[in-house]
């Protein structure tokens, strides 16, 4: 089958940064896909040249096997089945738009009887804890964490076959965090959905993605399975990370 991503040398860089440093992956389709590295090891990077937002200075990416194009018409069409969670939950947020408007938006891009589409929404705004009155809210009347709540909201409402969330944890509750995995695995499963967790959490990686690959400066030091990938590291980099997030080593729970 077709990867979902597949990148090949991506290289980029800002001025005497390397971002990316000749980044190579292969992202199966229906797979749980884990990035992780330290601050400025270049995942947003990668992840916006992913979404076509950031041209690379050298390499491919290919997108379901067609590389990727950058015009706006191509841009406009990807959305439609690649989806990211930005780190900044106020990027996808637009500050003079109520978030009804901006959740209205997704149903005429699918062409999705309105009431049809408030169904669905509703029950991902619960599965999300969130308030069903919150889509009366401007973005300056909601607190961060139910701002990333809320974009999370609108990715999932646009059915994409492929979802990129930058740290989507962060700033969340432990207990909602927990319920946003959850809730994230469970559509995956169900909609087959490609998921890409980007974190600096190796706890959170560990619990969802099926294979993840370990970033430094700009470059992937190490990656695989992982269960074998925390288990027994072969870079002392890895090891260095691990030893910041107790407990990830031991074994997944199961069920
Ligand atoms: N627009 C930009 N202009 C200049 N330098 C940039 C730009 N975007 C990123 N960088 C640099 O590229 C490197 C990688 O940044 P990136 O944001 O991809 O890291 P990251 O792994 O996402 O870090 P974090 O975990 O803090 O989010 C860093 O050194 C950063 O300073
Ligand atoms: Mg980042």
Request: charged share 20%.
């Amino acid at each position: 089958m077709t990867d979902a991503i597949s990148i090949s040398n991506a290289q980029l860089r800002f001025g005497e940064t390397a971002a990316l440093d000749g980044v190579s992956l292969a992202i199966p389709q229906g797979t749980c896909f884990g990035i992780v590295g330290e601050s400025g090891s270049g995942k947003t990077t990668l992840m916006r040249a992913v979404l076509g937002l950031q041209k690379l200075d050298q390499g491919e990416i290919r997108i379901l096997g067609n590389p990727l194009v950058h015009s706006r018409a191509a841009l406009k069409q990807r959305a439609s089945f690649i989806q990211p969670i930005f780190q900044d939950p106020a990027a996808s947020l637009s500050p003079r738009s109520r978030i009804r408007t901006l959740m209205n938006e997704v149903g005429t891009v699918l062409r999705e009887p309105h009431a049809a589409m408030h169904e669905r929404l509703r029950v991902i705004l619960n599965r999300l804890g969130l308030p069903p009155g919150v889509i009366d809210k401007y973005p300056h009347e909601i607190s961060g964490g139910q701002a990333r709540r809320v974009a999370i909201a609108r990715a999932l409402l646009m059915k994409p076959s492929i979802l990129i969330a930058d740290e989507p944890t962060a700033g969340l509750d432990v207990s909602v965090q927990g319920d946003l995995l959850n809730l994230l695995q469970d559509i995956r499963r169900s909609d087959n959905i490609t998921l890409v967790v980007i974190s600096h959490n190796l706890a959170i990686v560990r619990l969802i993605a099926e294979n993840a690959v370990v970033m430094r400066a700009g470059k992937v030091v190490e990656g695989g399975e992982v269960g074998s990938l925390f288990k027994s590291p072969r870079e002392a980099y890895t090891r260095e990370l691990l030893a910041a997030w107790p407990g990830v080593t031991q074994s997944k729970p199961t069920g």
